[in-house]
């Protein structure tokens, strides 16, 4: 199952994804990852001073305050070094954003944000460029995005399952509406099994999400609209509750499996919830994420 222009576009811009809201996060890798090639790493970041400095910065630190949209709603050039999103996706996936640029991620269908580098840029000169920043992250990052890189070759082991949470199968123009008992029923579960580690209104563990928390881990995330749960499609939202995520050593605690304790319409009642959370331009876009994942 394989979502090219959805998995990466939310989440290249902001997030850190982890729990019921990231993405399924592989165990500790046993294939470490490759030595940079020292003279790759310098074309790269010669491609990347001549092409990209005057967005993402000159050492690939972002524009001020990234993270945060603007009067537009908008949201400015990430980070590509080791305080960014980038270190989180596949080869594939940033090759691709690369070649094929980027469109504001909340309205599909808008012209590109981010241009398009294919007719610009050689295949080579990309993958030195993203060589340069992979020369930019700590260890445990680049191991976790050696590990993204493999499991993008893989297929998923998960057959997709035909069913829309909280109402029918809509299109991208038509919000269902939600059932108000679901969404109480969603809370009530939510409380007693999830709101310790997620906060008691699914703020998340830490007040940034993508802060660390006492023991040194990045908390567990909001599943509000602030977070990244919004990103997914219901079948990885609901495969997340059910099997649970394994502990990253260095970087996440494990997250229990709920398979058995939860029933899978329970499940469905918790994610129904927290789709009250988010905001209509949020949820919508869940939607058409949801609805071209199973295609």
């Given at each position: ?33 490759p030595t ?14 001549q ?9 690939a ?37 690369i ?52 499991k ?13 949470v ?50 040194g ?9 602030t ?14 509750v ?5 502990e ?40 058409e ?7």
């Amino acid at each position: 199952m394989r979502w090219r222009h959805w998995t990466w576009l939310p989440a290249i811009v902001i997030g850190l994804a982890a729990c019921v809201g990231g993405t399924s996060i592989p165990v500790a890798s046993v294939t470490p990852y490759p030595t940079l090639d020292a003279a790759q790493v310098n074309r790269g970041r010669e491609i990347y001073q001549q092409n990209c400095v005057t967005c993402h910065g000159p050492n690939a630190e972002g524009a001020p305050n990234w993270a945060t949209p603007g009067p537009d709603g908008l949201y400015l050039p990430p980070p590509h070094d080791d305080t960014g999103h980038t270190w989180h996706h596949s080869d594939r996936v940033l090759y691709e954003a690369i070649r094929d640029g980027m469109s504001d991620p909340l309205k599909p269908g808008s012209p590109l944000r981010m241009p398009a580098w294919g007719d610009r840029m050689s295949d080579v000169d990309i993958r030195a460029m993203i060589e340069y920043f992979k020369s930019l992250w700590s260890e445990e990052h680049r191991q976790w995005q050696w590990d993204e890189t493999l499991k993008d070759f893989a297929p998923t082991p998960t057959p997709v399952v035909s069913h829309f949470v909280g109402g029918p199968t809509p299109t991208p123009s038509t919000l269902p509406t939600l059932n108000a008992d679901e969404v109480a029923r969603g809370q009530q579960i939510y409380i007693q099994y999830c709101a310790a580690c997620h906060g008691p209104n699914a703020e998340g563990e830490t007040v940034d999400a993508n802060g660390r928390n006492a023991q040194g881990l990045y908390g567990a995330p909001p599943h509000d609209d602030t977070g990244h749960t919004w990103h997914h499609p219901d079948d990885v939202l609901r495969q997340n509750v059910k099997e649970g995520i394994p502990e990253v050593p260095g970087l996440f605690a494990a997250m229990p499996a709920f398979d058995g304790r939860l029933s899978d319409e329970e499940i469905d009642a918790v994610i129904t919830y927290f789709k009250s959370l988010w905001s209509e331009e949020h949820w919508r876009l869940q939607v058409e994420i949801t609805v071209l994942s199973q295609e």
